[in-house]
């Protein structure tokens, strides 16, 4: 504030050289004129990190703000900030220019998690659920498009109605998808309920290239129909490096539907279901008949008659 006050530019290299060029707003509350000393600050610098994490800032401040990321080399905000930032990104005349500098400032990383919003003066229940709506959606969808980076889109703790879910589908070939478990079940819903196979396989095919061909969803319950959806997202998909439904309740009647599509995988962890010798001679049988399914792991289930695995180092039954 005193440098901007007496507007000593001069004096801004050396402030930032003691602080290792390290700008950290984290809790404060700024107003007009803390902003645009700020913004008289980042003028001066070439590199520097800022840190606004759980900062409130004027909104009519945060356009202003976007240009000069460019000289940011590290920002941190929280995901109320960044949702912010993103709407102001779009509704900029230079959403092409505004969108690259935010997501290298940002290491080409949009985090929506709790941990990236975790304030110990804030209640618990607001910290752990975040509602991005469809127009949310939409800009997220509209920034990524605009950039050739592939951009990691951390999605852990939010909530997104399926008509906002449709407005992600175009960026994931472009995204790496790290989601709930919850939302993960919703993707796959949404791809059952496309209603042709050419949508439903390129539905398939961007969601598996998003997740980097491993679909975790260890510790889920998977009723019947989970398990329909996740067999048709298994019969359109080229193949998994991993498959994990461990911890899932798992009957042989679910294994049903799942078992004529689980050669698509090179790792498949059923491991502590409800899985008997009927569905775990039928896998053997599918494992024997594929090469590519190099690990299956069964221990933890109802399997009482382990001969034919005996020797079969792909089997982890034990």
């Known amino acids: 504030m005193e440098i901007y006050e007496t507007r000593s530019p001069q004096y801004v290299s050396s402030l930032m050289s003691s602080a290792g060029s390290d700008i ?8 007009s004129v803390h902003c645009a000393a700020l913004r008289f600050t980042l003028e001066q610098c070439n590199t520097v990190k800022l840190n606004l994490l759980w900062t409130s ?4 401040a945060l356009e202003s703000f976007l240009p000069l990321l460019s000289r940011v080399t590290h920002l941190s905000v929280d995901r109320l900030v960044l949702l912010k930032l993103l709407h102001r990104c779009s509704s900029s005349d230079l959403q092409q220019e505004t969108a690259s500098v935010l997501l290298s400032a940002l290491h080409n990383t949009l985090d929506f998690s709790c941990c990236s919003a975790l304030d110990l ?3 618990l229940e607001n910290q752990q659920h975040l509602i991005l709506t469809d127009k949310d959606c939409k800009i997220i969808s509209s920034v990524l498009q605009k950039t050739q980076s592939v951009v990691k889109l951390i999605l852990q703790d939010c ?14 070939p472009r995204v790496q998808l790290s989601c709930s478990k919850a939302l993960l079940l919703q993707f ?6 496309v209603g042709s196979r050419r949508g439903s396989s390129r539905r398939t ?3 598996s290239q998003a997740l980097g061909g491993e679909m975790d969803l260890s510790h889920t319950q998977m009723d019947l129909s989970a398990c329909e959806q996740l067999a048709l997202f298994l019969e359109y998909s080229e193949g998994l490096k991993e498959l994990d439904l461990s911890h899932c309740k798992l009957t042989d009647h679910c294994m049903k539907l799942l078992t004529p599509h689980l050669h698509k995988t090179q790792t498949l962890d059923v491991s502590h279901n409800n899985i008997t010798d009927e569905s775990a001679e039928r896998i053997h049988s599918i494992v024997s008949s ?5 690990t299956v792991r069964l221990f933890g289930n109802k399997v009482s008659d382990r001969k034919q695995f005996i020797g079969d180092k792909r089997f982890e039954i034990w």
């Open 290 to 294: 594929h090469s590519n399914i190099q």
């Open 57 to 60: 800032v004027p909104e009519e």
């Open 24 to 31: 950290n707003l984290n809790g404060r509350v700024l107003d």
């Open 188 to 193: 796959l819903a949404c791809i059952s309920k």
């Open 121 to 123: 003066t804030d209640t």
């Open 205 to 207: 095919e961007a969601l």
């Open 159 to 172: 909530e997104i109605s399926d008509t906002a879910l449709k407005q992600l589908w175009p960026i994931l």
